[in-house]
């Protein structure tokens, strides 16, 4: 099954990017961002929370970095 996601957890963000998912906008609320993917399977959610999901490191880096970056463009 498939869901939206809807998250201010960079880390989850971060990894969701790297595992290929599409990030289809980012909101601002405060100085946080929330990181909106459509279609993610629960599984996928459940493999992050029990800490089986795997990422190339720099790749990860990489997505933190430009997540960061999006998240201060946001007037």
Same mark, same amino acid.
């Given at each position: 099954? %498939?869901?939206?996601? =809807?998250?201010? #957890? ?5 990894? @969701? %990017?790297?595992? $290929?998912?599409? @990030?289809? /906008?980012? *909101?601002?609320? $405060?100085? /946080? $961002?929330?990181?909106?993917? !459509? #279609?993610? !399977? /629960?599984? &996928?959610?459940?493999?992050? #929370? @029990?800490?089986? =999901?795997?990422? *190339? !490191?720099? *790749? ?6 430009? @997540? &960061? &970056? ?6």
């Amino acid at each position: 099954m %498939k869901q939206n996601i =809807c998250t201010s #957890d960079i880390v989850l963000a971060a990894t @969701l %990017k790297v595992q $290929g998912f599409q @990030l289809d /906008r980012i *909101e601002k609320q $405060g100085n /946080r $961002g929330i990181f909106h993917f !459509p #279609d993610v !399977p /629960r599984s &996928t959610i459940q493999d992050f #929370d @029990l800490g089986k =999901c795997l990422v *190339e !490191p720099a *790749e990860f880096n990489n997505a933190i970095k430009a @997540l &960061t &970056t999006a998240t201060r463009r946001i007037i």
